[in-house]
């Protein structure tokens, strides 16, 4: 089934009223390098025959549907690995490596949940190589005009260490 995008979306919105999000496929467009550069969900009857080249929007060429069958969904900016079959997400930082089921994993271990539960938002640090944070009470305490410690993870002592630089 071939339809103008346009009627095909008040056909999708139809079918949300009558059957509801539960019924809904999703579609990624790809540009000519696996890229995805759009997410639509659509109608459960959509394949991805049912498009044409007039639906594709910045740069795509291709659609590719998101099935329950992939490890991950796709997610704008990431890419379709044609020959793994599956999404994966953009590379977060130069330094991360991809492991064989397509996760990005950092250089350093990240601190357990238990190891920085007296932090704020625990981030990779790319200049450090490290996971830094500041202590939950030290953000809660500051006024937001003056800067807060921040520490790094230690993977090798398991403690965390003020940045002093």
């Known amino acids: 089934m071939h339809l103008e995008f346009g009627a095909y979306l008040k056909l999708i919105n139809i079918e949300n009223q009558e059957h509801g999000e539960d019924n809904m496929k999703r579609f990624a467009d790809l540009d000519s390098n696996g ?12 394949d991805e025959n049912t498009f044409t080249s007039d639906n594709h929007m910045n740069g795509g060429v291709t659609w590719k549907e998101c099935t329950a069958e992939r490890i991950r ?4 900016g990431g890419k379709y690995n044609s020959s793994e079959n599956r999404f994966e ?19 350093e271990t990240k601190p357990t949940p238990e190891q920085s539960a007296d932090r ?11 996971w830094v944070s500041p202590l939950k009470s030290d953000v809660d305490a500051s006024d937001g005009n003056t800067p807060v410690t921040n520490y790094y993870w230690d993977n090798s002592t398991n403690t ?6």
């Open 35 to 46: 890229i995805v550069v759009n997410v639509i969900t659509v109608s459960d009857s959509a």
């Open 120 to 130: 704020f938002g625990v981030q990779w640090n790319e200049d450090l190589q490290k």
């Open 73 to 76: 969904e796709a997610s704008i």
């Open 89 to 107: 997400m953009e590379q977060p930082f130069a330094s991360w490596t991809q492991d064989s089921t397509g996760e990005w994993l950092a250089p």
């Open 160 to 165: 965390w260490i003020e940045i002093t630089e």
